[in-house]
């Protein structure tokens, strides 16, 4: 009775974000933001706050680097093998109407791995430095925004890409934060 077609919704916010946003402004704009997703990208992140935490003897600045590193090699991992358990086409092998703007893409659209990665190590950073967040976490929107905008994923690929991501990242955070309290913990004193 009240049976909702996401199908349908996926495709009719595609179609929007794809078709009617257009324009040569924004393709340039969508072009950048993507590269922010690209793995380079968020390992030049990460190693920028691992120096600059070593020069600034900023504990916090490293552990965000670390944080991103892991959240990075997580990610990629998470998204092949959801890549592979869900063999969704992408837009242009289901659509008729694609504009697509740079890469021509066909097979594994879900889920986004650029929106994966950049949610996955932004999030991971931005538990370390949260003032950053006000400035990081709307470029992980742009990136994921700029996947549907291209052409190459649906909405729903970016929004399982940013929540996959998002749980990496904090998973990778915990992992580092535990093994730096363990190393900093003081020492058990046998004789008790």
């Not at 990665?117 to 925004?145: E, Y």
Request: charged share 10%; hydrophobic share 55%.
């Amino acid at each position: 009775m009240f049976g909702i077609n996401l199908g349908g919704i996926d495709a009719a916010v595609f179609h929007y974000i794809n078709s009617e946003l257009a324009s040569p402004v924004m393709d340039r704009l969508m072009l950048i933001a993507t590269m922010l997703g690209l793995g380079i990208t968020q390992a030049g992140l990460c190693l920028a706050f691992i120096m600059l935490g070593w020069w600034a003897n900023k504990e916090n600045l490293r552990r965000a680097g670390y944080a991103g590193l892991t959240a990075l090699a997580f990610s990629g991992v998470a998204v092949q093998i959801a890549k592979h358990l869900w063999d969704r086409p992408r837009p242009l092998l289901s659509m008729f109407d694609v504009r697509v703007v740079n890469e021509t893409l066909f097979a594994h659209s879900f889920p986004s791995g650029h929106t994966t990665t950049a949610f996955a190590v932004i999030v991971a950073c931005c538990i370390f430095l949260p003032k950053l967040r006000w400035l990081l976490i709307p470029l992980a929107f742009a990136t994921g925004l700029s996947r549907v905008y291209l052409g190459v994923h649906f909405p729903l690929d970016v929004a399982y890409g940013a929540l996959i991501g998002s749980l990496v990242g904090v998973a990778s955070a915990a992992l580092v934060g535990n093994e730096t309290e363990e190393r900093n913990a003081p020492a058990a004193n046998p004789a008790g």
